[in-house]
């Protein structure tokens, strides 16, 4: 079975500098989706930025991006220029690619906050 | 193009009663999921439904149980409710394979008490 750990449950950054988050996950599987969602107040999970395990390259989308490391099953979110609006629930996600059907496996997830 | 909406937004119920969260998929997503947030962890993997058939489960009891629509949008309903039924249920829809990413729902707050 997969699992995914989120191993800081908090973490603070002030207004324009960078953050990064943690994320390690356990599979036997050679092909995968890893995700990151934001979940605001608003309780809404916004997909943040996916990779694709067979890409090598690191997937980036404006001021995130993130550190693929398949061997040591690591997948850390570095936020740039961080904003007050990425204060936020993150979570770590994985899926298996293929099969009868797919499903997300989160973690329990990283609250960050932006101060100004 | 419209996300995905829930209805309705909070709920109190009882212990020993029944629910029906509903769902409506963005649309051109052929493929409902449903997860489980207990307060303070992660989502939890319910079900999924493609073609109006469940096609994949997680580890939740058969009192769990669901509907996809010719739409694709979706019930979830719960019998026979249980204080630990208490969370965030969080309805995602997506293309067959998810490989994408899902598109999330705001989420129904159920309370048993």
């Known amino acids: 079975a997969q699992t995914v750990t989120q191993s800081q449950p908090e973490m603070s950054v002030q207004e324009a500098e960078t953050v990064t988050l943690s994320c390690t996950y356990d599979?036997?599987?050679?092909?995968?989706?890893l995700f990151w969602y934001k979940q605001p107040p608003s309780r809404q999970m916004i997909l943040v930025i996916r990779?694709?395990?067979?890409?090598?390259q690191n997937a980036t989308e404006n001021r995130f991006s993130v550190n693929f490391q398949k061997a040591a099953k690591s997948f850390s979110l570095k936020i740039s220029d961080s904003q007050l609006g990425d204060t936020a629930m993150y979570f770590c996600?994985?899926?298996?690619?293929?099969?009868?059907?797919?499903?997300?496996?989160f973690g329990a997830g990283t609250r960050l906050a932006v101060h100004p | 193009e419209t996300g995905v909406t829930q209805s309705p937004t909070h709920l109190i119920k009882t212990r020993g009663q029944q629910v029906t969260l509903r769902c409506s998929s963005q649309?051109?997503?052929?493929?409902v999921s449903w997860y489980q947030q207990a307060l303070g962890q992660g989502p939890q993997f319910i079900f999924q439904?493609?073609?109006?058939?469940?096609?994949g489960r997680g580890n939740f009891p058969p009192r769990f149980s669901g509907l996809q629509f010719p739409n694709y949008s979706s019930e979830l309903n719960v019998n026979a409710l249980e204080l630990d039924d208490s969370a965030l249920y969080l309805c995602?829809?997506?293309?067959?394979?998810?490989?994408?990413?899902?598109?999330f729902g705001s989420g129904t707050r159920l309370t048993v008490v």
């Open positions: 995602a829809s997506s293309f067959r394979t998810g490989s994408d990413g899902y598109t």
């Open positions: 599979t036997s599987e050679s092909n995968y989706y």
């Open positions: 990779q694709e395990a067979y890409k090598q």
């Open positions: 996600a994985f899926m298996k690619q293929g099969g009868g059907y797919n499903k997300l496996i």
């Open positions: 649309s051109g997503h052929n493929t």
């Open positions: 439904y493609y073609r109006e058939e469940e096609n």
